[in-house]
Protein backbone atom coordinates (compact mmCIF):
# COMPACT_ATOMS: atom_id res chain seq x y z
CA UNK A 1 0.00 0.00 0.00
CA UNK A 2 1.08 3.44 -1.16
CA UNK A 3 0.67 6.67 0.98
CA UNK A 4 -0.77 9.54 -0.91
CA UNK A 5 -1.52 13.17 -0.59
CA UNK A 6 -4.80 14.46 -2.48
CA UNK A 7 -6.01 17.92 -2.81
CA UNK A 8 -9.38 19.17 -3.57
CA UNK A 9 -11.05 21.82 -4.82
CA UNK A 10 -14.40 23.07 -5.55
CA UNK A 11 -16.27 26.30 -6.49
CA UNK A 12 -19.63 25.55 -8.25
CA UNK A 13 -22.89 24.50 -7.02
CA UNK A 14 -23.17 23.59 -3.22
CA UNK A 15 -19.51 24.01 -2.20
CA UNK A 16 -19.40 21.71 0.66
CA UNK A 17 -21.34 19.23 -0.43
CA UNK A 18 -19.37 18.49 -3.43
CA UNK A 19 -16.07 18.35 -1.00
CA UNK A 20 -18.20 15.76 1.22
CA UNK A 21 -19.35 13.34 -2.03
CA UNK A 22 -15.88 13.63 -3.52
CA UNK A 23 -14.38 12.40 -0.35
CA UNK A 24 -17.05 9.28 -0.22
CA UNK A 25 -16.24 8.39 -3.97
CA UNK A 26 -12.49 8.65 -3.16
CA UNK A 27 -13.38 5.73 -1.21
CA UNK A 28 -13.13 3.42 -3.95
CA UNK A 29 -9.26 4.12 -4.84
CA UNK A 30 -8.25 5.44 -1.44
CA UNK A 31 -8.79 4.51 1.97
CA UNK A 32 -8.49 8.08 3.75
CA UNK A 33 -7.04 8.55 6.84
CA UNK A 34 -6.98 11.85 7.58
CA UNK A 35 -8.97 14.92 5.95
CA UNK A 36 -8.16 18.43 6.51
CA UNK A 37 -10.07 21.61 7.33
CA UNK A 38 -11.98 23.08 4.78
CA UNK A 39 -10.56 26.28 3.29
CA UNK A 40 -12.21 28.81 1.18
CA UNK A 41 -9.38 30.72 -1.27
CA UNK A 42 -9.53 33.03 -3.98
CA UNK A 43 -9.45 31.58 -7.63
CA UNK A 44 -5.99 31.22 -8.55
CA UNK A 45 -5.03 32.12 -12.62
CA UNK A 46 -8.32 32.90 -13.50
CA UNK A 47 -9.68 35.28 -10.98
CA UNK A 48 -13.38 36.29 -12.73
CA UNK A 49 -15.27 33.45 -10.82
CA UNK A 50 -16.25 32.42 -7.28
CA UNK A 51 -14.15 31.34 -4.43
CA UNK A 52 -13.16 28.24 -4.10
CA UNK A 53 -13.50 25.62 -1.20
CA UNK A 54 -9.96 23.63 -0.85
CA UNK A 55 -8.89 20.76 1.77
CA UNK A 56 -6.40 17.83 1.31
CA UNK A 57 -6.83 14.24 2.59
CA UNK A 58 -4.09 11.17 3.42
CA UNK A 59 -4.86 8.49 2.39
CA UNK A 60 -3.47 4.57 1.19
CA UNK A 61 -4.12 2.95 -2.23
CA UNK A 62 -3.42 -0.28 -3.71
CA UNK A 63 -3.10 2.12 -7.04
CA UNK A 64 -0.43 2.54 -9.00
CA UNK A 65 0.19 6.41 -9.94
CA UNK A 66 -1.25 6.25 -13.06
CA UNK A 67 -4.18 4.10 -12.30
CA UNK A 68 -4.86 6.39 -9.00
CA UNK A 69 -5.00 9.26 -12.07
CA UNK A 70 -7.48 7.75 -13.90
CA UNK A 71 -9.60 6.70 -10.78
CA UNK A 72 -9.81 10.76 -10.13
CA UNK A 73 -10.58 11.34 -13.37
CA UNK A 74 -13.46 8.71 -13.57
CA UNK A 75 -14.62 10.61 -9.76
CA UNK A 76 -14.47 14.26 -11.31
CA UNK A 77 -16.48 13.39 -13.95
CA UNK A 78 -19.04 11.43 -12.10
CA UNK A 79 -19.21 14.23 -10.21
CA UNK A 80 -20.41 16.23 -13.55
CA UNK A 81 -16.94 17.97 -13.75
CA UNK A 82 -16.39 18.93 -17.87
CA UNK A 83 -13.37 20.59 -19.44
CA UNK A 84 -13.12 23.95 -19.66
CA UNK A 85 -10.51 27.04 -19.54
CA UNK A 86 -7.29 25.96 -17.73
CA UNK A 87 -7.87 27.15 -14.08
CA UNK A 88 -11.92 27.89 -14.93
CA UNK A 89 -14.69 27.31 -12.45
CA UNK A 90 -15.07 23.48 -11.44
CA UNK A 91 -17.67 21.27 -9.57
CA UNK A 92 -14.53 19.22 -8.32
CA UNK A 93 -10.96 19.14 -9.52
CA UNK A 94 -8.87 16.00 -7.34
CA UNK A 95 -4.84 16.36 -7.50
CA UNK A 96 -2.40 14.13 -6.69
CA UNK A 97 -0.18 15.81 -4.34
CA UNK A 98 2.65 13.40 -3.22
CA UNK A 99 2.58 9.57 -3.78
CA UNK A 100 4.95 8.07 -0.95
CA UNK A 101 8.35 9.70 -1.78
CA UNK A 102 8.01 8.86 -5.36
CA UNK A 103 9.91 11.75 -8.14
CA UNK A 104 8.06 11.34 -11.42
CA UNK A 105 7.74 14.07 -14.32
CA UNK A 106 6.36 12.44 -17.28
CA UNK A 107 3.76 14.81 -19.27
CA UNK A 108 0.70 13.31 -18.06
CA UNK A 109 1.74 13.36 -14.33
CA UNK A 110 3.54 15.16 -12.36
CA UNK A 111 4.45 13.81 -8.33
CA UNK A 112 5.28 15.83 -6.59
CA UNK A 113 2.26 17.88 -7.84
CA UNK A 114 4.34 20.87 -10.45
CA UNK A 115 3.16 23.89 -8.50
CA UNK A 116 2.40 22.83 -5.05
CA UNK A 117 5.15 24.44 -3.05
CA UNK A 118 3.87 27.84 -4.76
CA UNK A 119 0.14 27.52 -3.38
CA UNK A 120 -1.43 28.26 -0.13
CA UNK A 121 -4.76 26.75 -1.43
CA UNK A 122 -2.65 23.67 -1.30
CA UNK A 123 -0.08 23.93 1.01
CA UNK A 124 -2.32 25.32 4.21
CA UNK A 125 -4.85 22.35 4.18
CA UNK A 126 -2.08 19.96 3.57
CA UNK A 127 -0.24 21.16 6.90
CA UNK A 128 -3.21 20.49 8.81
CA UNK A 129 -2.50 17.01 8.28
CA UNK A 130 1.24 16.57 7.78
CA UNK A 131 3.14 19.54 8.60
CA UNK A 132 6.64 17.83 9.10
CA UNK A 133 6.24 16.00 5.55
CA UNK A 134 9.25 16.72 3.26
CA UNK A 135 8.68 17.70 -0.13
CA UNK A 136 10.42 14.70 -2.02
CA UNK A 137 12.27 16.96 -4.88
CA UNK A 138 12.88 20.29 -2.80
CA UNK A 139 13.67 18.03 0.68
CA UNK A 140 11.55 20.84 2.85
CA UNK A 141 8.88 20.34 5.24
CA UNK A 142 5.32 21.14 4.23
CA UNK A 143 5.29 23.51 7.34
CA UNK A 144 8.48 25.29 5.89
CA UNK A 145 7.21 25.61 2.41
CA UNK A 146 3.86 27.27 4.15
CA UNK A 147 5.65 29.64 6.15
CA UNK A 148 7.38 31.01 3.09
CA UNK A 149 4.40 31.65 1.28
CA UNK A 150 2.95 35.51 1.16
CA UNK A 151 0.82 36.20 3.92
CA UNK A 152 -1.81 37.63 2.54
CA UNK A 153 -2.36 34.46 0.38
CA UNK A 154 -6.10 34.62 0.46
CA UNK A 155 -6.83 31.37 2.00
CA UNK A 156 -8.90 31.62 5.45
CA UNK A 157 -10.50 28.58 7.26
CA UNK A 158 -14.33 27.73 6.14
CA UNK A 159 -16.63 28.45 9.09
CA UNK A 160 -18.25 24.77 8.41
CA UNK A 161 -16.66 21.37 8.87
CA UNK A 162 -17.70 18.49 6.69
CA UNK A 163 -19.25 15.58 8.35
CA UNK A 164 -19.90 13.05 6.36
CA UNK A 165 -22.41 9.84 6.11
CA UNK A 166 -20.88 7.75 8.83
CA UNK A 167 -20.58 10.99 11.25
CA UNK A 168 -17.42 11.22 10.82
CA UNK A 169 -16.01 14.87 10.87
CA UNK A 170 -12.43 16.50 9.31
CA UNK A 171 -9.75 17.46 11.73
Known amino acids: MSIVYLALGTNQGDRLQNLRRAVQLLESAV ?74 QTERLEIPHARMAERAFVLIPLQDIAPNLVHPRLQRAVSELAAALPKDGGVRKFSERITLTDGTTNS
Open 31 to 104: HVTRRSAVYETAPWGVTDQPDFLNMAVEGHTKLAPFELLDALKQIERAMGRQETIRYGPRVIDLDILLYDDLIL
